[in-house]
Every structure is written in C-alpha cells, then in structure tokens.
C-alpha cells in the first residue's frame, strides 16, 4: 500500500518568515497530493490539493510544488501569521482513499 | 451547507466498556470515511462506505470494531469490547465522489479515551 512521510515533525519560525514541509510517497500510482490543516479542537481542513498532472500550484500564501519523478511534494508558506500556526498534513490519493502523513507541528512567534 | 458532524466530541470509557461513536455526513456525499489518529502518528484509514456498502475496510484493527451506515446516510462505529491501544481522535469524512482527484470534509473528530 502508499506510504506517506512528512518532515519537519515541528517547525517553529517567526511571524513573517517563509515555512516549508515536505513529503514523498511511495505509490507511482498516486495522483492527487491534498494538504490539510488541523487546528486545536477541530478535524481537518483542506487548504490546497495538487493532482498529478500539475508541478505547481498557488493560493495567495501557500503554494504547493510536485515532483512526481521523486516522488515528493511540498508546501510552502509565505509571509507566515500567528494564525497560521497549526498541525498540517500532506496526503496522497491513488483510487479511493487518502493516506496521510504524520503531520507537521507548526509554530509561528510574534 | 452543514458539515460533518460527529459526536460526541469527547468519550472516557473503561477498558472493556462498548462506545458507539456516530457520524452525520453532508447531505447527499455517497462517500463516508472513518480514520483514526493516535498521539502524534498519522490519520490512519479505517474504513470507507459507498451508501449503504463497505467498500472497504481493509483499515479495521480487529473485530472488535463494527461500522454501520444504515440508510446510507449517518454512520456509527461501535467499540466492544475497547481496549487501552483504542484511544485516539477518530474523524469521518464524507466526499461526493468515489474517485481519485478529490478531498474529503471531515468532522472536528471523537476524542475517545480508554482508561
């Protein structure tokens, strides 16, 4: 089956600096790349999703980029914001389900 | 629209107890998912069904766990007898589409604690 990893497990930087996890998976067959963010009490939240036939994509302060010849993709965040300190975890997706990373503790200090 | 709701949000039970944790998908997602996320691992897949039907639930830890979607509408998960290793955050996820290509929405989760 897919395996997903996710590093840095915590990422700590300060408000205004750019953040970036990083992720390969295993499965060539995988084809969809979603990053969700998980704030304290809640499930969850997709913020950005990247499929197979696409290296890059941008929403404002995030990207993601894919590499499908390494089999990694990542994400990058810009400008990072107090709000945006959170639990985030990649995923990869070949037929119906998603496998998901460890996820990625990150803090950002006013 | 709503979203996925799932309650309760939290659960204290002993070791040996039966829990039954429910999950309300959006109104018309075919597609409901059950995950489980134990202390600083990875959301781990448990079970997907399409309606009514299991489609899969090659991620079942034992037969202990029992998922239900009666209707095809909500769903349940019951635990029984739960056992210390149970403990985590258990989310479901509802998806409009069976196929590759597309996220979930999850619920905000079961925090479920085995003492």
């Known amino acids: 089956g897919e395996n997903v990893e996710q590093h840095p497990s915590t990422l700590s930087v300060q408000e205004g600096d750019s953040a970036v996890i990083k992720c390969t998976y295993s499965d060539s067959a995988s084809n969809y790349f979603p990053w969700y963010k998980q704030e304290l009490g809640k499930g969850p939240q997709l913020i950005i999703d990247?499929?197979?036939?696409?290296g890059e994509k941008k929403d404002q302060r995030i990207a993601v980029t894919l590499n499908k010849t390494a089999k990694h993709f990542s994400l990058h965040i810009t400008e990072t914001q107090p709000e945006d300190s959170a639990v985030y975890f990649c995923?990869?997706?070949?037929?119906?389900?998603?496998?998901f990373g460890k996820g990625t503790m990150l803090l950002v200090s006013p | 629209e709503a979203g996925v709701t799932q309650f309760p949000s939290h659960s204290v039970i002993e070791k040996g107890q039966t829990v039954t944790l429910r999950c309300d998908p959006i109104s018309g997602h075919d597609n409901l998912y059950w995950y489980r996320r134990v202390m600083g691992k990875e959301i781990k897949f448990l079970l997907h069904?399409?309606?009514?039907?299991?489609?899969?639930e090659s991620g079942m830890p034992n037969n202990r766990f029992l998922a239900e979607r009666t209707g095809g509408t909500y769903s349940t998960l019951k635990v029984q007898p739960a056992e210390l290793e149970d403990s985590g955050v258990y989310f479901c996820?509802?998806?409009?589409?069976?196929?590759?290509?597309?996220?979930?929405?999850f619920g905000s989760g079961t925090r479920l604690t085995v003492v």
């Open positions: 996820a509802s998806s409009p589409w069976t196929g590759a290509g597309y996220g979930y929405t």
């Open positions: 990247i499929r197979s036939n696409v």
């Open positions: 995923a990869a997706r070949g037929d119906s389900t998603l496998t």
């Open positions: 069904f399409v309606k009514e039907s299991k489609q899969d």
